[in-house]
């Protein structure tokens, strides 16, 4: 069994979206990666509509099992932290009217799960990244790299081989089910309903 996850790596300036789908053997497999751009100087509600806009565009398109977003961390740049905070905000709507599980995993977490190194640079990640999708470059720039690490990272951290397919679910997946719905909020579990 398979299943698909959308990952996000949020920005204002450029939002990273990698979609991926994992098998039971942990092999990944690229669906499409894009990157949403705003620029600085437009208002913020528009900025934040585009990213919105076009996270759902690839939620509709590409029907994930499950999303995956990189954990707003404190920075010393508090607007950064602020449009990263918003993006993830839009991102988290989305999946939530959709009735997706979301997986937040912190830089760290990412890095280790994709390179067995917690401290690894971008250049490294964006390496094993595409050693793991089996890609001839590094996807670019860093953003798309990053939000497929954070994608891949969600589906190997729960578990490719229980994820839903068509049909009555197996007592399996309806654990991973349970195990994705647990991770939500009460709001996101009513939501999902």
């Known amino acids: 069994m398979t299943i698909r996850v959308l990952g996000i790596d949020p920005g204002l300036t450029r939002c990273g979206v990698g979609i991926v789908d994992v098998d039971g053997t942990r092999r ?3 669906v499409d990666v894009a990157v949403l751009r705003t620029p600085p100087d437009m208002p913020l509600e528009q900025r934040l509509l585009a990213i919105g806009t076009g996270i759902e565009e690839l939620l509709d398109r590409f029907a994930p099992h ?3 977003l990189e954990r707003v961390f404190a920075q010393q740049n508090l607007g950064t932290v602020m449009g990263t905070a918003q993006v993830s905000g ?4 989305a999946a939530a009217k959709r009735g997706l599980a ?12 994709i390179t067995g190194y917690g401290a690894a640079d971008k250049k490294q990640v964006g390496a094993m990244v595409a050693r793991v999708l089996g890609l001839d470059s590094i996807p670019g720039p860093a953003d798309a790299a990053d939000a497929l690490a ?4 969600h589906a190997w951290k729960r578990g490719a081989a229980i994820a839903p397919t ?5 007592k399996a997946q309806e654990a991973w089910l349970a195990a994705e719905r647990a991770a939500m909020s009460p709001a996101k579990r009513r939501l999902a309903r």
């Not at 839009?90 to 709507?93: E, G, N, S």
């Not at 997986?103 to 799960?113: D, R, Y």
């Not at 068509?166 to 197996?170: D, I, R, S, V």
């Open 102 to 113: 979301v997986g937040l995993h912190t830089p760290s977490e990412v890095k280790a799960a």
């Open 150 to 153: 954070i994608a891949i990272c």
């Open 166 to 170: 068509a049909g009555a679910p197996t």
């Open 66 to 68: 499950a999303v995956s």
């Open 90 to 93: 839009v991102a988290l709507h």
């Open 28 to 30: 990944a497999t690229l």
